[in-house]
């Protein structure tokens, strides 16, 4: 028995609830309620079973400026701004900063002004992918029972070698439990996603690539459990509001006053004086383009951390409302995550040619499932 784990990044309920997706092999269908945030959140869910508050992986940055990798760049505030910020400037920064601090995981800084960096910390110190890279992984768990299996991700492979090896590896019988991390149907969504032919025809591209899988792993293996899951959908743009030019008139300096990081779905702040936090949060209260987040719906979320590390005020926009420009960039595409979980476009999905012992309803459970199965193989192996 083999069991293979496909995850494809932001394959959302969306574009499967009503579509024919591998329907002679993967009857079971779910939709799956995803955890707000970004893949650095959802993913480490998925794989830990655990809510960013108990993982402590959720945005890719948070406030720690004793320990950022970018301390350094302090050194470099007597350049001007626009020589600080030019392209050149900040791939040396980002070079540099990755290999002083020998991270393995993802590791960007994106348009994160330069001269704000040193006061930011990176989640990802590790390849989530490997065990150890965050707590209470899947990997962990495969690890401690002694399973063969394999985990193919972007840090070595492009999304079609990676359905090429695994094919490869299930004809060998070299693993009994494989998990696939396909993640360049995100990028596809986010430019494409308001394209119904071009979306059919990449989502029938990666439909194709899985039915190979699928048969690889029947003729090598026999029996095969065979699970499909994604980590959030795609909402499509409904307009853009100008964030940063509501707040930078208030008259307040970052970083003297406060610090904010202007994420393309929400705003997140730090305050270091009573002044900025009145104003900034009273000119929040009154616009109707987003909400600030309170605790109740913080703990709700499982993004109630025991610290102001990840933000002190989170700001967080309506769904389909981009902040343009962010430091993401100065005019956002066509669709994005990272918007409430309640909104239908948020949803990831789970299909399986098993009916699992439990109902699938969130990214926990779908953790569940994976464990359940490792157990499963493992008895397997050494009935």
């Known amino acids: 028995m083999v069991a293979v784990f496909t995850l494809i990044d932001a394959l959302g309920w969306t574009y499967l609830k009503d579509r024919d997706f591998l329907p002679e092999v993967l009857t079971y269908r779910a939709e799956v309620r995803t955890v707000l945030g970004f893949s650095s959140a959802a993913i480490p869910t998925l794989l830990s079973g655990l809510l960013p508050r108990e993982s402590e992986h959720w945005n890719l940055f948070y406030y720690d400026p004793d320990k950022s990798p970018f301390k350094w ?5 007597f350049l001007p701004r626009s020589v600080l910020n030019s392209r050149i400037m900040r791939r040396g920064i980002r070079f540099v900063a990755q290999r002083r ?7 960007q800084i ?6 704000l960096l040193p006061y930011f910390d990176i989640c990802e110190k590790r390849d989530i992918y490997k065990p150890g890279g965050v707590p209470f992984s899947i990997f962990d768990h495969l690890e401690k029972l002694g399973i063969r299996y394999k985990a193919y991700s972007y840090h070595g492979f492009k999304d079609e070698e990676i359905v090429r090896l695994a094919r490869r590896d299930l004809s060998q019988k070299n693993c009994d439990f494989l998990f696939l991390y396909l993640s360049e149907l995100d990028a596809f969504l986010h430019h494409r996603c308001q394209d119904e032919n071009l979306v059919e025809r990449e989502i ?27 980590d959030h959908g795609m909402t499509p743009k409904r307009s853009g509001y100008d964030l940063v030019g509501r707040i930078t008139p208030l008259g307040f300096q970052m970083p003297r006053d406060y610090l ?17 936090r009145r104003g900034i949060g009273q000119a929040l209260e009154g616009l109707d383009c987003g909400h600030i987040l309170r605790h109740e719906e913080l703990h709700g979320l499982g993004i109630d951390f025991p610290h102001t590390r990840n933000g002190e005020l989170v700001f967080l926009m309506n769904p389909g409302v981009l902040i343009e420009p962010s430091f993401f960039g100065a005019k956002g595409p066509e669709g994005m995550h990272g918007f409430h979980p309640d909104d239908p476009y948020s949803s990831a999905a789970f299909l399986s040619n098993r009916v699992p012992s439990r109902p699938v309803e969130t990214l926990v459970d779908v953790n569940e499932v994976m464990r359940e199965w490792a157990e499963a193989v493992h008895s397997n192996i050494y009935a």
């Open 73 to 77: 760049v302090r050194w470099l505030r």
């Open 110 to 115: 994106y348009g994160v002004p330069t001269e």
């Open 260 to 276: 904010a990081l202007y994420d393309s779905t929400m705003a997140r702040f730090w305050f270091f004086n009573d002044r900025a």
């Open 101 to 107: 601090s020998r991270f393995g995981g993802y590791f």
């Open 204 to 230: 029938r591209r990666y439909e194709g690539w899985l039915r190979e899988l699928y048969e690889e792993a029947c003729r090598a293996h026999g029996e095969t459990a065979f699970f499909l899951f994604s």
